[in-house]
């Protein structure tokens, strides 16, 4: 008799956090984005970035106990701060299969990510979310990101 194996869940997970001044001076996104690229390879993680200059907004796709694992070291980076979690949810499907870590400089988000900060459930905070992950989805398909 076989026992059959289960894929883990697979979720989805969308934050939003702040520059820590000089600790992610612009030079620095190339080192963070190739050392997330790794990690989140090797833990089957896809997903994107857009940095504004001042704000991150990220998408994570992955194994639920993985996800869960890279947002606590997240958390814990003393590159940014006020971590804020909009969307840890259960999927399908990814959005961004193809890309280890994709990533949009994109400092004309920062309207739609600052006030994401104080009400990440309403109505405005929906849609905003909505055009940052179309956003980043065109932005890294535009750059040939991997």
């Not at 994570?60 to 694992?69: D, H, I, K, R, V």
């Not at 280890?100 to 600052?114: Q, R």
């Given at each position: 008799m076989t026992t059959a194996v289960s894929a883990p869940t697979l979720v989805r997970c969308l934050y939003v956090s702040r520059r820590v001044d000089e600790?992610?001076?612009p030079r620095h996104i190339d080192e963070i984005l190739q050392a997330?690229?790794?990690?989140?390879?090797?833990?089957d993680i896809t997903g994107g970035l857009i940095y504004t200059g001042e704000f991150f907004f990220q998408v994570l796709e992955g194994p639920a106990a993985a996800t869960a694992q890279v947002?606590?070291?997240i958390n814990a980076d003393r590159r940014h701060s006020h971590?804020?979690?909009l969307?840890?949810?259960t999927t399908k499907e990814r959005r961004f299969d193809r890309w280890a870590m994709g990533y949009a400089d994109l400092p004309s988000a920062v309207a739609l990510i600052e006030p994401l900060f104080k009400a990440p459930d309403d109505e405005h905070a929906h849609h905003a979310m909505a055009v940052l992950l179309h956003a980043l989805q065109q932005g890294v398909a535009q750059r040939h990101a991997f």
């Amino acid at each position: 008799m076989t026992t059959a194996v289960s894929a883990p869940t697979l979720v989805r997970c969308l934050y939003v956090s702040r520059r820590v001044d000089e600790a992610t001076d612009p030079r620095h996104i190339d080192e963070i984005l190739q050392a997330s690229r790794a990690r989140n390879a090797h833990c089957d993680i896809t997903g994107g970035l857009i940095y504004t200059g001042e704000f991150f907004f990220q998408v994570l796709e992955g194994p639920a106990a993985a996800t869960a694992q890279v947002m606590q070291s997240i958390n814990a980076d003393r590159r940014h701060s006020h971590v804020t979690p909009l969307i840890f949810e259960t999927t399908k499907e990814r959005r961004f299969d193809r890309w280890a870590m994709g990533y949009a400089d994109l400092p004309s988000a920062v309207a739609l990510i600052e006030p994401l900060f104080k009400a990440p459930d309403d109505e405005h905070a929906h849609h905003a979310m909505a055009v940052l992950l179309h956003a980043l989805q065109q932005g890294v398909a535009q750059r040939h990101a991997f």
